[in-house]
T-cell receptor
């Protein structure tokens, strides 16, 4: 079955440590997205990529970095510069980057906590 | 600034009744509106998309309306079932290569 796989499901970070969240899709979608979800807040866009080897900052990119070297993969690194990294991170994809006229397919998230 | 409002309070309804969830927006002229379902600890799942020139869209027991004058979308679940209990998110976008903005979601609890 096609879908998006995020790993790990739970992740713990020590102070000053960088961690990388994995996102893989086998839907052959061009566009991929990273969101952060905090209690009482809507999904906030961190980074998005409309095509391989290209990505743009979203609304809250500070303290995060991404790469898009392969169509099916869009890893997110949470750097030590992100002062409040505890959150639920969601990866999504869509057929193309044509905004809201296409549904987004989501993975089941990674919950990141600080030790 | 753009703002999307969904009722932050949980909606409790009796099984078999129609659940109606509201999504209001301000300072925004969306071309598309989407509804998603999210279960605890899971990612959102796409349900329906409606365009600005469509007044209503249906899919099985689901119905969505989009009123660009009132700046509001209503999401209805008819003959609700306990399995419909989840958080429902609305999302808006202006079309083209524009990002989608999500609301905070409304938690629906269907009581047997």
């Amino acid at each position: 079955d096609g879908g998006i796989t995020q790993s790990p499901k739970y992740l713990f970070r020590k102070e000053g440590q960088n961690v990388t969240l994995s996102c893989e899709q086998n839907l052959n979608h061009d566009a991929m997205y990273w969101y952060r979800q905090d209690p009482g807040q809507g999904l906030r866009l961190i980074y998005y990529s409309q095509i391989v080897n290209d990505f743009q900052k979203g609304d809250i990119a500070e303290g995060y970095s991404v790469s898009r070297e392969k169509k099916e993969s869009f890893p997110l690194t949470v750097t030590s510069a992100q002062k409040n990294p505890t959150a639920f991170y969601l990866c999504a994809s869509s057929i193309s980057g044509q905004g809201a006229n296409q549904p987004q397919h989501f993975g089941d998230g990674t919950r990141l906590s600080i030790l | 600034s753009q703002k999307i409002e969904q009722n932050s309070e949980a909606l409790n309804i009796q099984e078999g009744k129609t659940a109606t969830l509201t999504c209001n927006y301000t300072n925004y002229s969306p071309a598309y509106l989407q509804w998603y379902r999210q279960d605890p600890g899971r990612g959102p799942v796409f349900l329906l998309l409606i365009r600005e020139n469509e007044k209503e869209k249906r899919k099985e027991r689901l119905k969505v309306t989009f009123d660009t004058t009132l700046k509001q979308s209503l999401f209805h679940i008819t003959a609700s079932q306990p399995a419909d209990s989840a958080t429902y998110l609305c999302a808006l976008g202006a079309g083209g290569y524009q990002k989608v903005t999500f609301g905070t979601g409304t938690k629906l609890q269907v009581i047997p």
